[in-house]
Structure formats: structure tokens, C-alpha cells
């Protein structure tokens, strides 16, 4: 079982799509309707903060590490800021295959609805075994004054928590249960790969499986979602590579950042 989340005002568990849309409609300011009756945000943060992001250990480290100690004074102050919040929890799996799949979950406050609310859509669909392994506590309106960029990603992976503190970008929701995820993978043997999947017909009409690797930018996606010689998309962003050559897949979905949208 995962860790014991803070309490709240109140807690909303696995709402659905319509009433997150009402909640980003209600709450969030600078967002537009499209033709197409979607909501387009514009993030104040555009992309996940290196430099903001600490992993939480006591060994000497000198980049991008902080004591334990440190840490729990910053998860006592997000833990108190969520004390008179009203809070969304998203419930589901990294993972489809119930072989390898792990219990996720983000807490995230209802003023910023439009980040559970694509998160719950690359989530696997809970069931009557699940059980958090895996939780990203999410706080954009708490700033971490003094700290880069006045924010805070603190990743746990003791614990697996990741807390976010102050950034509205949808990728660090994305990635904090992905980061654990990667670091669970490494544990058990197996290598995390950044990298695209597909399947395809061989000659004889059996399918095979296609793993793309490559740095950001040089086409992952591309010719994953290519369809040459009948091939399919499978996964779009992280799998894991076991011995053996057995492949797990990891989100329920695919996410791009767009721009220049009129």
C-alpha cells in the first residue's frame, strides 16, 4: 500500500470527464473553448523544470539531491496548504498487462481540474485488485519561495511520492508516476526505455513487436504512428525491455504538446 494521503477540505474520487470540464470552466482563467467544443489552457509553465526537481536522499550528492530532512519540511507545508483545499484523486494502472501493473494516483487540487483530468484518460482502468503503489501530490498555487524558478518537484523514490509545488504543466504529472515507474523497472531486473512500440505482420502473417528508440525531437512518435506495411501503434513514451525479450507497455494513451494553435 501506498503512502497515507493529506486530508482536505474535501476529496473528489475519480470524477468524471464532464465534471472536471465543469470544474476547469468554473475555476481556471485563461482558457478558451474551440470550435470543436474542446478546452485549450495555456500553461504558465511550458515544460518540465529541471533545475526545480530534487531527488530525496541523505547520500552526498551534490546535483539535484536534498536531505530527507529538507524534504519533510516542504511535504508538512503542502500537506498543510491541502488542509482547506478541495482535492481531486485519479485512481488507475501504469501498465494494461496484470502481470506488471502498478497502482497509481494523483492528488491534485480541484482549481486545476485539466490535469487529472487528461491524467485519468492515460491511466489503465483500476479493478477490484488495485491498490497505490505509485502517488504524485500536486499543488500549482503553493510557490516554493527561494527555491529555482520558485518550484519544487521532489521525487521520493524510498516511498514512491512524487510532490509538485507550484507548476501547472501536465507533464509533471505525467512523468512523476513514469520517473517511479522507470526506477521499479531497474529494480526488477528489466531496462526502461524511452521509446516508442508497435507491432507488425512478419511474412508469414505473425505479429511481431517494434521497439523505436531516439533522443527527443528525432521522430519517435513519427514512425510510431506510421502505418507502413499494416504496422500499429502500441505506446508512445516509456516501455520497459526484460529478459527474455517480454516488453511492457506503460500508458493507456499518447500526449503531445501543441503550439501556434489559432
Not at 516542504?74 to 485512481?91: C, P, R, S, Y
Request: glycine share 8%; charged share 20%.
Amino acid at each position: 500500500m501506498g503512502i497515507q494521503l493529506p486530508e482536505a477540505k474535501s476529496v473528489a474520487v475519480n470524477p468524471t470527464q464532464a465534471q472536471m470540464r465543469e470544474w476547469v470552466l468554473e475555476h481556471m482563467s485563461n482558457v478558451t473553448v474551440t470550435e470543436f467544443d474542446n478546452i485549450n489552457y495555456k500553461a504558465t509553465v511550458l515544460a518540465r523544470l529541471a533545475a526545480s526537481t530534487f531527488f530525496i536522499t541523505d547520500e552526498e550528492n551534490p546535483k539535484n539531491t536534498m536531505p530527507r530532512a529538507e524534504y519533510e519540511e516542504w511535504a508538512a507545508k503542502q500537506d498543510a496548504h491541502i488542509a482547506d483545499k478541495d482535492m481531486i484523486l485519479v485512481e488507475g494502472y501504469i501498465g494494461p498487462d496484470p502481470s506488471f501493473q502498478t497502482g497509481s494516483r494523483l492528488y491534485m487540487e480541484q482549481t486545476q481540474a485539466n490535469i487529472p483530468a487528461m491524467q485519468q484518460q492515460l491511466y489503465f482502468p483500476k479493478d477490484e485488485n488495485w491498490e497505490p503503489e505509485f502517488s504524485v501530490i500536486y499543488t500549482p498555487s503553493l510557490p516554493a519561495p527561494g527555491k529555482p524558478n520558485d518550484r519544487l518537484i521532489l521525487v521520493d523514490l524510498d516511498n514512491y511520492v512524487t510532490r509538485v509545488i507550484g507548476s501547472d504543466y501536465f507533464g509533471e504529472s505525467k512523468m512523476g508516476g513514469l520517473r517511479m515507474w522507470n526506477y521499479l523497472v531497474f529494480e526488477q531486473g528489466g531496462l526502461a526505455l524511452h521509446s516508442g512500440l508497435k507491432t507488425f505482420p512478419d511474412v508469414d502473417g505473425e505479429e511481431k513487436s517494434m521497439i523505436i528508440l531516439g533522443l527527443s525531437g528525432t521522430g519517435k512518435t513519427t514512425t510510431t504512428f506510421r502505418q507502413q506495411l499494416d504496422s500499429l501503434p502500441v505506446q508512445d513514451d516509456f516501455t520497459a525491455l526484460f529478459p527474455g525479450g517480454k516488453i511492457y507497455s506503460t500508458e493507456n494513451g499518447c500526449f503531445a504538446k501543441t503550439f501556434g494553435l489559432d
